[in-house]
């Protein structure tokens, strides 16, 4: 059951996620234009929406640097990573797909193939992948740093035990919030992955689809919003097991 919470949870994400970038940069779309204030607040709430969906069933880490993050301090079973990180993968690519499907006139009507690439995966404003790198490894390290903050304020309330509710009230919004501050300070450089699911599934989708005018994949950059993303995961979860807060 979690890893179907999973699966549904990151085809929610990417569903909401990348249909706001394909919405504000395909031609003829209402939303043409509509800018990255659009596509950060579009991705927060994308967030939220998956959380408050399967939260309760897998704990909606939707994102593999989450799930090996929490792993790297104890806070979840090593042995369920493989399939939690399969079902995230797929769970993107299902999105990518309906993605596709939902604009499918307006792949055609648009004619510029990065831009037809940007509604699948990102991509630097300026190319040079070690600094790529550390945008990445810097935002997924405040979000997962965040999320375990966010959690841990259920859990401190002297004699009230608040975490139940907490987590099926605020906490998921609260998460979407932080997804959209991150985007808005860190997400500039390289349209900020902070989850290799995110980038990779719907990446592959590109590659596969029958997108009309497609260019290139991008794939000799495709290991930067991966290889980030998981270091800056399990620092942000190793520095938070390190502060002490958690206890």
């Given at each position: 059951?979690e890893?179907?919470a999973?699966?549904?949870?990151?085809?929610?994400?990417?569903?909401?996620?990348?249909?706001?970038?394909?919405?504000?940069?395909?031609?003829?779309?209402?939303?043409?234009?509509?800018?990255?204030?659009l596509?950060?607040l579009?991705?927060?709430?994308?967030?939220?929406?998956?959380?408050?969906?399967?939260?309760?069933?897998?704990?909606?880490?939707?994102?593999?640097a989450v799930?090996i993050?929490?792993?790297?301090?104890?806070?979840?079973?090593?042995?369920?990573?493989?399939?939690?990180?399969?079902?995230?993968?797929?769970?993107?690519?299902?999105?990518?797909?309906?993605?596709?499907?939902?604009?499918?006139?307006?792949?055609?009507?648009?004619?510029?193939?990065?831009?037809?690439l940007?509604?699948?995966?990102?991509?630097?404003?300026?190319?040079?992948k070690p600094?790529?790198?550390?945008?990445?490894?810097?935002?997924?390290?405040m979000?997962?740093?965040?999320?375990?903050?966010?959690?841990?304020?259920?859990?401190?309330?002297?004699?009230?035990?608040?975490?139940?509710?907490?987590?099926?009230?605020?906490?998921?919004?609260?998460?979407?919030?932080?997804?959209?501050?991150?985007?808005?300070?860190?997400?500039?450089?390289t349209?900020?992955?902070?989850?290799?699911?995110?980038?990779?599934?719907?990446?592959?989708?590109?590659?596969?689809?029958?997108?009309?005018?497609?260019?290139?994949?991008?794939?000799?950059?495709?290991?930067?919003?991966?290889?980030?993303?998981?270091?800056?995961?399990?620092?942000?979860?190793?520095?938070?097991?390190?502060?002490?807060?958690?206890?």
């Amino acid at each position: 059951m979690e890893y179907l919470a999973e699966f549904i949870g990151t085809a929610i994400l990417i569903l909401l996620g990348n249909g706001v970038v394909a919405g504000a940069v395909l031609k003829k779309s209402k939303a043409e234009n509509g800018g990255w204030v659009l596509i950060t607040l579009g991705w927060g709430l994308a967030v939220a929406m998956a959380v408050y969906a399967v939260g309760s069933i897998s704990g909606a880490h939707i994102n593999p640097a989450v799930t090996i993050g929490l792993a790297s301090i104890g806070e979840f079973d090593w042995a369920m990573v493989p399939g939690y990180l399969g079902a995230q993968i797929l769970g993107a690519m299902t999105g990518a797909l309906l993605v596709f499907l939902t604009y499918y006139k307006h792949w055609e009507a648009t004619d510029d193939s990065d831009v037809k690439l940007a509604p699948y995966s990102t991509s630097p404003a300026i190319k040079s992948k070690p600094w790529n790198l550390v945008t990445e490894v810097v935002g997924t390290f405040m979000l997962v740093f965040g999320v375990l903050a966010i959690g841990a304020n259920g859990e401190h309330i002297d004699g009230v035990d608040l975490q139940s509710a907490y987590a099926t009230g605020t906490a998921p919004l609260l998460t979407g919030l932080l997804v959209v501050a991150i985007g808005m300070s860190l997400g500039g450089p390289t349209g900020y992955a902070i989850n290799p699911a995110r980038d990779l599934g719907p990446r592959i989708m590109h590659a596969v689809l029958p997108i009309p005018g497609k260019g290139g994949s991008e794939w000799a950059y495709a290991w930067v919003p991966v290889v980030g993303p998981v270091v800056g995961g399990v620092a942000g979860a190793l520095v938070w097991q390190a502060t002490g807060f958690a206890l």
